[in-house]
């Protein structure tokens, strides 16, 4: 059984007793990287703060729940796990603060293949963001161009189009967010996230990839309040109707939804390497060939059968 490549920092926090994750979690991590303003290069040095993502696998048992003796839809069910979560964990002999997202590599999987803007980035995080990989998470990454397709376009531009909407919020828990309103009459935050969600959209529909810091120089430069809230929605009034030429565009690098057999091709992949074989445990595809073949094996037996009574 696969294990990552060196001591998680989520282990790491979790034996320090800051955190509390099941207890199977730590030693079955199979990525754990850093996101957010990090990820996309515009992070504010003066900040401690850091968001951890990651993807585990957990005991068999839990992803094939009969294994167990459950029956789905009846009686006992089993405890869900899609991801522990935990927020503002000080680590104050590292000065670091951290939030934490790791997520079940099924539930991964599936909201990759939807296109979650969050789930996909994971996918393409810089080199310099990987804290700790494996064997399975660098499979992932191999194959992380077949989880894309033209859903990005609903996905990217509706996260987008919500940060649109929260320019003129105003946070009243966070005294930093309160400030950046107060000097730039807008929350800063919001407005490089909706800048950025619409070029990783862009870069998917033109080029089947997404390089998350390419235009870390606009993000930060939106950062400093150097854009007018009139500016970001000029950007994406424009931006949009860029995007929607490119849905329609026939000769897009990337199709139209996802090749979700390949896709669970690919998640059996990464469970047999963790696990070992499933063929007892759940029930592969059969060809139509295979079938037809079999078929022809039975009436083949038949014949003979009845030519030899004759």
Excluded at 78 to 107: C, L, M, S, W
């Amino acid at each position: 059984m696969p294990k990552p490549k060196r001591l998680t920092r989520t282990a790491r926090l979790a034996n320090k007793g800051l955190i509390h994750p099941p207890p199977w979690l730590p030693d079955n991590i199979m990525l754990e990287g850093l996101t957010g303003s990090f990820a996309y290069g515009c992070e504010d040095p003066k900040k401690a703060d850091r968001d951890i993502v990651g993807i585990v696998i957990p005991p068999k048992t839990v992803i094939f729940p009969h294994l167990a003796g459950y029956i789905q839809g009846f009686g006992t069910q089993p405890p869900k796990f899609d991801q522990f979560q935990a927020h503002g964990i000080e680590a104050k002999d590292e000065r670091k603060t951290y939030d934490i997202a790791i997520y079940n590599i099924v539930k991964f999987f599936q909201l990759a293949m939807e296109n979650n803007p969050n789930m996909v980035e994971i996918l393409f995080l810089p080199p310099r963001c990987l804290l700790s990989t494996s064997q399975i998470y660098d499979r992932m990454r191999q194959s992380r161009k077949a989880f894309l397709h033209k859903g990005a376009y609903h996905k990217f531009l509706g996260y987008a189009h919500s940060q649109l909407k929260k320019l003129d919020a105003e946070s009243r828990t966070n005294p930093r967010r309160q400030s950046d309103v107060e000097r730039f009459g807008y929350d800063t935050k919001f407005g490089y996230h909706l800048v950025r969600l619409a070029y990783e959209c862009e870069m998917i529909m033109r080029e089947g990839d997404i390089v998350l810091d390419r235009y870390k120089e606009i993000y930060k430069s939106i950062r400093r309040g150097e854009w007018t809230k009139e500016q970001l929605r000029e950007f994406f009034d424009r931006k949009k109707a860029e995007l929607d030429k490119l849905y329609d565009d026939k000769e897009s690098p990337i199709p139209h939804k996802p090749d979700e057999d390949k896709i669970k091709a690919l998640l059996l992949e990464c469970l047999e390497i963790h696990y070992g074989s499933l063929n007892t445990t759940i029930a592969k595809d059969v060809s139509v060939e295979v079938l037809l073949d079999e078929i022809e094996q039975v009436t083949s037996k038949y014949r003979k059968q009845t030519e030899g009574k004759k």
